[in-house]
């Protein structure tokens, strides 16, 4: 009876850690999500000009939802010179906070309707949601230039 519930045991611990380590890696980049039997890519596109940054999506409801207005071509105003903004035609779910540091680069959400490009790193006592971050932020700064710039944001094609 010890041996059966030893085995047992034991059978269980290793499905455990087996079941677990698969789900890890279905997520180990970060940058997939599965649906159903298919996966998803979590990343975009951001062009500028003649300019194409790489972006992740953060794992949350509100890049989820920003995901599904894609492809938007917008017009970005500048602000303080450090970040691109505009408002989107209807609002996000949020779940803000506060970052302390905002890294150029970013793509986050103020309130629930103001989409914001950084490309200066800088304290913030502002919150925001995140909606993703520039894999390779080299270049975005001057690619946005210091006025008002249309960005076009789209998925990107596995």
């Given at each position: 009876m010890k041996n059966l519930f030893f085995l047992t045991a034991l059978l269980i611990t290793v499905l455990g850690s087996s079941a677990s380590a698969c789900g890890n890696n279905n997520q180990s980049s970060g940058t997939e999500q599965k649906t159903g039997d298919k996966m998803e890519t979590m990343k975009i596109r951001?062009?500028?000009?003649?300019?194409?940054?790489?972006?992740?999506?953060?794992?949350?409801?509100?890049?989820?939802?920003?995901?599904?207005?894609?492809?938007?071509?917008?017009?970005?105003?500048?602000?303080?010179?450090?970040?691109?903004?505009?408002?989107?035609?209807k609002s996000l779910p949020t779940n803000s906070s506060n970052?302390?540091?905002?890294?150029?680069?970013?793509?986050?959400?103020?309130?629930?309707?103001?989409?914001?490009?950084?490309?200066?790193t800088f304290t913030t006592s502002y919150s925001y949601t995140r909606l993703g971050k520039v894999n390779d932020a080299t270049g975005l700064a001057s690619a946005l230039g210091s006025g008002d710039v249309t960005v076009t944001f789209e998925l990107e094609k596995l």
């Open positions: 951001i062009k500028v000009g003649s300019k194409t940054f790489t972006a992740t999506l953060a794992d949350n409801k509100s890049a989820q939802e920003f995901k599904k207005m894609l492809p938007l071509t917008l017009e970005m105003a500048d602000h303080l010179r450090n970040e691109k903004h505009t408002d989107l035609s970052p302390r540091t905002i890294e150029n680069g970013d793509l986050m959400l103020f309130g629930s309707r103001t989409l914001v490009l950084f490309y200066k």
